[in-house]
């Protein structure tokens, strides 16, 4: 069974820092980008960071709310994708969710050029975290 | 930023009717569009991708369209345990993937 576990939610004060994982199983977790999405209470979805597998480089990508306090990284030997939160703020207090990205690769006119298309394919139970002044 | 517009916020249907809910990107985002349902305190589930394509798992009721900046999720014949919030979301344009703020369908 594919399945993606969150970990590493909980209270923290304003300013301080918490890393969340994402545990996968039942797929091969090098082959996938990842993507963190959180949802604050009551609110709608916020696609936070991405990071694409090895094959395409492992680069990342953030939202604007949390570029330069955020880092997504990922461990594929142990099939772990993680959140690193610094300088956390009570915006971000939300539950926040691990997905996998399946992709869509569809040839550019130009030889060799290629658009990469990503959806959120499976989806993790969440980890809540909670931000205090 | 493509912003993603979802219409109406909240739609009431009885069981066995059609819904019909609709998304509308600021530009085009092609076929790039997704749909997922969200069920009270339970993670998203994605039901289409490429606008149309349904997910693995879901049932042939639910039916998206559309392309550019117009989309529609279906569900033909409502079951009780379609009565959610449904989200729309490009990425086709990114970053940011972009989220529409949601449709809550009710029971009438």
């Known amino acids: 069974e594919v399945q993606l576990v969150e970990s590493g939610g909980g209270l923290v004060q304003t300013g301080r820092s918490l890393r969340l994982s994402c545990t996968a199983s039942g797929f091969t977790f090098g082959d996938y980008a990842m993507s963190w999405v959180r949802q604050a209470p009551g609110k709608g979805l916020e696609w936070v960071a991405f990071i694409r597998n090895k094959t395409y480089g492992g680069t990342t990508e953030y939202a604007a709310s949390v570029k330069g306090r955020f880092t997504i990284s990922r461990d594929d030997s142990k099939s772990i994708a993680y959140l690193q939160m610094n300088s956390l703020k009570t915006e971000d207090t939300a539950v926040y969710y691990c997905?996998?990205?399946?992709?869509?690769?569809?040839?550019?006119?130009?030889?060799?050029?290629?658009?990469?298309?990503?959806?959120?394919?499976?989806w993790g139970k969440g980890t809540t975290v909670t931000v205090s002044s | 930023e493509i912003v993603m517009t979802q219409s109406p916020a909240m739609l009431s249907v009885s069981p066995g009717e059609r819904a019909t809910l609709s998304c509308r990107a600021s530009q085009s985002v092609s076929s790039n569009l997704a749909w997922y349902q969200q069920k009270p305190g339970q993670a998203p589930r994605l039901l289409i991708y490429?606008?149309?394509a349904r997910a693995s798992g879901i049932p042939a009721r639910f039916s998206g369209s559309g392309s550019g900046t117009d989309f529609t999720l279906t569900i033909s014949s409502l079951q009780s345990e379609d009565f959610a919030v449904y989200y729309c979301q490009q990425y086709h344009n990114w970053p940011p993937f972009s989220f529409g703020q949601g449709t809550r369908l009710e029971i009438k």
């Open positions: 997905t996998r990205e399946d992709i869509e690769v569809v040839p550019g006119a130009v030889s060799g050029q290629y658009y990469f298309y990503y959806y959120m394919d499976v």
């Open positions: 490429g606008a149309s």
